[in-house]
Nanobody, 122 residues
């Protein structure tokens, strides 16, 4: 069993940066790939980035490539999403999730956090 708790969301002006954290509990978190997703009101949950259990492989959605960076610190059981050059359209609830495979599909993720709100003002 893995429990995930996101933090680091908030209000930021366009062009600014935020770093989201995902704290995991459970001894096996280091065995899982980790992903970040977001969901804006009235829209489906959208894949942003994923990182393999060893942190050797990453995957990004085109919409955030070059602006967002995913990373993880297995010793701290924590994952991160560094978000730069934020835009108003990045406003959403952001979720981290754990999966046995490196995937962009929500269906492959077994565990989810409760989400953290990110609001980007113009």
């Amino acid at each position: 069993q893995v429990q995930l708790v996101e933090s680091g969301g908030g209000l930021v002006q366009a062009g600014g940066s935020l770093r989201l954290s995902c704290a995991a509990s459970g001894r096996t978190f280091s065995s899982y790939a980790m992903g970040w997703f977001r969901q804006a009101p009235g829209k489906e949950r959208e894949f942003l980035a994923a990182i393999s259990w060893s942190a050797g492989r990453t995957s990004y959605a085109d919409s955030v490539k070059g602006r967002f960076t995913i990373s993880r610190d297995s010793a701290k059981n924590t994952g991160y999403l560094q978000m730069n050059s934020l835009k108003p359209e990045d406003t959403a609830v952001y979720y981290c999730a754990a999966s046995w495979v490196l995937s962009s599909s929500t269906r492959n993720y077994n565990y989810w956090g409760q989400g953290t709100q990110v609001t980007v003002s113009s």
